[in-house]
């Protein structure tokens, strides 16, 4: 079984601070995603990466996958009290078809 | 449009009771799947179907049933309700573009068993 960790497991902040959340795995994925998770919804998708080294953003949210394809950052900039939610990266498998493998989750409070 | 729908919402069980949990997707999407979600411990798959009449375990899958009779409908089905089992459900349906599935998840179900 690929276990996927996620650190920190909470972090509370005032908004416009800067933070970064990981996602550390020792198994190779085939592709990494994040999700954002708000209270009494399903989660939903922000980005999928799939090259080692590869970098997203998704206007204050940066996301970057490792050379080695075992591990995951997000960096948001200037959080806003909106951006208050559990955040979930997910590894992909290719060979058990390419269904997700869930981290543990990072719960993110961002005070006003 | 109505993307992954789940009921009920929340649902009280007494130990040994059975019931099913429903989840219907209009996305015409091959791939669903149910997972649970317990604190600390991120989303762990249960069952996961790949398309009408094929089904397949996960990671958790005991004390669970799942049929796929139709592409829309993916029902989870708890035979005889354990404490364990008290968590938060979710299905969802899959979009694979490239080999990567892309999770649409519905609101989820709280589920208590006494």
């Known amino acids: 079984t690929q276990l996927l960790e996620q650190s920190p497991q909470f972090l509370s902040i005032q908004e416009g601070e800067n933070l970064t959340v990981y996602c550390n795995s020792s198994?190779?994925?085939?592709?990494l995603q994040w999700y954002r998770q708000e209270p009494g919804e399903g989660p939903v998708l922000l980005v999928t990466?799939?090259?080692?080294?590869e970098v997203k953003k998704l206007k204050r949210l940066t996301f970057q996958f490792g050379d080695a394809r075992k591990d995951s950052s997000l960096h948001i900039t200037a959080a806003q009290t909106g951006d208050t939610g559990l955040y979930l990266c997910a590894g992909g498998d290719s060979k058990s078809r390419n269904m997700l493998t869930f981290g543990g989750g990072t719960r993110l409070m961002v005070k006003p | 449009n109505a993307g992954v729908t789940q009921t009920p919402k929340f649902q009280v069980l007494k130990t040994g009771q059975s019931m099913t949990l429903q989840c219907a997707q209009d996305m015409n999407h091959e791939y669903m799947s149910w997972y649970r979600q317990d604190p600390g411990m991120g989303l762990r798959l249960i069952h996961y179907s790949v398309g009408a009449g094929i089904t397949d375990q996960g990671e958790v899958p005991n004390g669970y049933n799942v049929s796929r009779s139709t592409t829309e409908d993916f029902p989870l089905r708890l035979l005889s309700a354990a404490p364990s089992q008290t968590s938060v459900y979710f299905c969802?349906?899959?979009?694979?573009?490239?080999?990567?599935?892309?999770?649409?998840f519905g609101s989820g179900t709280q589920l208590s068993v006494l």
């Open positions: 990466v799939v090259t080692g080294g």
């Open positions: 198994s190779v994925f085939s592709s």
């Open positions: 969802a349906s899959s979009l694979r573009q490239g080999g990567i599935q892309k999770l649409f």
